[in-house]
């Protein structure tokens, strides 16, 4: 059975509005959770780890202010796209690691589309 | 840059016939993963081979790692209409702690 979750499965929302995307860790409690972007008929594009108690460490060229992420319990990861635009309409995929930390599982992926 | 480039970028077989995937990659690596994605959905590991390995099998997968070519392959055997996702391999860079690093990917299409 799955052991990441992510809510919601898709959402739409208008230009200016903030989203936020849940990841939660059904099985494990996870210190360190992942955030990738995929654009259609793209790679994923890690954004930023999230660590549980602290800052999350972001990748360059991903905008911090943009993309909050807290991670304020060892099962619960949430991003939140601020003030959206059309182009941050992607497919956000979390995934936490495996706890031997080599490999990774993922969660279902949250669809957004900002009109 | 992305890590990984892959070839080809869509493959289409029929059904029974095996399916060979390639990755390329640009620095060290501690391991190289493949995974799968279904359309729309989340990945699923297949397989992980690391960096002293060379050859790694399961089930109806076959993994190859080059690490002189910087090039990994991945082989589905006896293909079935069920095996039609992408597929991704993604790095473990040395010293690059549990980050993953993913290829662009083959779109795989097996047709009955």
């Known amino acids: 059975g799955a052991v990441v979750s992510q809510h919601p499965s898709w959402v739409i929302c208008k230009s200016g509005t903030s989203v936020k995307i849940e990841c939660r860790s059904l099985d494990f409690q996870a210190t360190t959770m992942f955030w990738y972007r995929q654009f259609p008929k793209q790679s994923l594009m890690l954004m930023a780890t999230?660590?549980?108690?602290?800052?999350?460490?972001?990748e360059q060229g991903v905008e911090k202010d943009k993309f909050l992420i807290n991670h304020a319990s060892l099962t619960l990861s949430t991003l939140t796209v601020t003030s959206a635009h059309p182009e941050d309409s992607s497919f956000y995929i979390c995934s936490r690691t495996s706890g031997r930390e080599e490999t990774q599982y993922f969660g279902p992926g949250t669809r957004l589309l900002v009109l | 840059s992305q890590q990984g480039e892959e070839d080809p970028q869509a493959l289409s077989i029929q059904e029974g016939e095996n399916a060979t995937m390639n990755c390329s990659y640009k620095t060290s690596i501690n391991n190289l993963q493949w995974y799968r994605q279904n359309s729309g959905r989340g990945l699923v590991h297949l397989i992980l081979i690391r960096s002293n390995e060379r050859e790694k099998h399961s089930g109806r997968l076959r993994v190859t790692l080059d690490t002189s070519k910087k090039s990994s392959s991945l082989l589905i055997t006896a293909s079935r209409a069920a095996d039609t996702a992408s597929y991704f391999c993604?790095?473990?860079?040395?010293?690059?702690?549990?980050?993953?690093?993913f290829g662009t990917g083959t779109q795989l299409k097996v047709e009955l």
């Open positions: 993604a790095t473990v860079l040395t010293g690059g702690g549990n980050k993953l690093t």
């Open positions: 999230s660590n549980e108690g602290s800052k999350a460490t972001y």
